[in-house]
């Protein structure tokens, strides 16, 4: 079968790092994706690993360990827009068909 | 920029009554989902295509069809809505093949099954 977890929610402070773990079981691995959702709209594509390792853009990071069946979201220098849910989506095989978590959302306070 | 469109946004339907949901995308890309969100459970694949006229299962297909004439649009069929078939649903598409083919999103449908 093919399993995502993630925490449901977390908080945190403006201007702090947060970290979003991942961890899946899937049946094959071509990819792991991570997007981000606000509330009421769409998901947008934040970032992608299929090596392991860490992959930086900007304030985000992720990283991916294929042994461990593991990744993490890496937030820097929170900002109240990065309040969102964020998704952790594995592609198990080159048909595309991509397995989603749960979401974690992540609330940020002043 | 690519973009999805799902041609409601809202709708509220009654038990029984047969219900299309409609996306279009601009990009040429081959591949096309529809995915249905409930709280708790994340995006669960309803079905894909990779072609047209090609349709795949996913995760959920029971009581959904879908069709897709033109490479650019896929369609979501509920034959008979049912109360538990209230979600929100979401259409993405990207190119085939393997390595970062991200997946674009629509806004999603929401929808109401009295």
């Known amino acids: 079968g093919q399993n995502i977890d993630q925490p449901t929610e977390m908080t945190a402070t403006e201007g702090a790092i947060v970290q979003i773990n991942c961890t899946y079981q899937?049946?094959?691995?071509?990819?792991l994706f991570w997007y981000q959702q606000h509330a009421g709209e769409a998901p947008t594509f934040l970032s992608y690993?299929?090596?392991?390792g860490l992959e930086e853009k900007g304030r985000f990071s992720s990283f991916l360990s294929r042994s461990k069946g593991y990744s993490y979201l890496l937030l820097k220098e929170l900002q109240m827009k990065d309040s969102a849910s964020y998704l952790c989506a594995v592609r198990p095989n080159y048909g595309q068909n991509f397995v989603f978590g749960p979401g974690t959302r992540l609330s940020v306070l002043p | 920029d690519v973009k999805v469109t799902q041609s409601s946004r809202y709708l509220v339907k009654r038990t029984g009554e047969k219900v299309f949901l409609e996306c279009v995308q601009d990009?040429?890309?081959?591949?096309m989902f529809w995915y249905r969100q409930d709280p708790g459970l994340g995006l669960r694949l309803i079905y894909f295509s990779y072609d047209v006229k090609m349709k795949e299962k996913g995760d959920i297909p029971e009581g959904y069809s879908v069709s897709r004439e033109k490479k650019e649009r896929f369609s979501l069929i509920l034959e008979s809505a049912s109360t538990n078939q209230t979600s929100m649903y979401l259409c993405a598409s990207g190119f085939g093949g393997a390595g970062a083919n991200v997946l674009t999103f629509g806004a999603g449908s929401r929808l109401t099954v009295l």
């Open positions: 690993n299929v090596l392991d």
């Open positions: 990009m040429d890309h081959e591949n």
């Open positions: 899937t049946s094959g691995f071509n990819g």
